[in-house]
């Protein structure tokens, strides 16, 4: 084996081991779903005494807000686990322990898929509070709330349109 052989395998073991810079930062999404923790149990002290005295739509926004924590919370779980599976090491589970049945089944595309899907979700949520609350929202910043919607449901279907294609 010459030297070259040798940096050259050298380099490769160095980047192939660089994986494992992500682990901290996945491990630090953990700590913002912690974050997301707090403040729903804050949100939902602040709103359970006033339940029997707010409004529906009051209510419904606040619902609406709650939700969408939870699906931010979500969002950070499926790019925690499958980021984890997909670019530093399998998640070493025992048999006997719980396991998310969808782990280790996504590849990056399907997490993208995973990712727009959410995004359109939450993007959905937001948008359905700021027409809750329509009238105390300007018409253009309503205009580019909408457009902005879009744009997000659009490049998702165009995302899932182009794996489709791609696995094919």
């Known amino acids: ?10 380099m490769e073991r160095l980047m192939y081991g660089s994986r494992w ?16 923790a707090v403040k729903f149990f804050q949100e939902f002290y602040h709103f359970l005494p006033h339940i ?14 709650m939700i969408d924590l939870i699906l931010v919370g979500s969002l950070i779980l499926i790019v925690m686990f499958s980021g984890y599976e997909n670019f530093v090491s399998q998640l070493d589970i025992a048999e006997a322990t719980e ?7 996504h590849d990056y595309g399907s997490l993208k898929m995973k990712l727009a899907s959410s995004i359109v ?13 329509i009238e105390a929202t300007d018409n253009g910043k309503l205009m580019w709330y909408v457009i902005i919607h879009l744009t997000m449901v659009v490049s998702a279907l165009l995302m899932g349109y182009l794996e489709k294609l791609s696995k094919h």
Request: glycine fraction near 4%; aromatic fraction near 6%; charged fraction near 15%.
């Open 1 to 10: 084996m010459t030297i070259q052989d040798k940096i050259a395998q050298s």
């Open 21 to 36: 810079i992500l682990a901290p930062v996945y491990f630090g999404l953990s700590l913002a779903l912690l974050a997301l």
């Open 52 to 65: 029997l005295d707010m409004d529906e739509s009051s209510l419904i926004l606040k619902v609406l807000s």
């Open 99 to 105: 396991k998310l049945e969808w782990l280790g089944k």
């Open 121 to 133: 979700a939450i993007s959905s949520i937001h948008l359905l509070k700021v027409f809750m609350n």
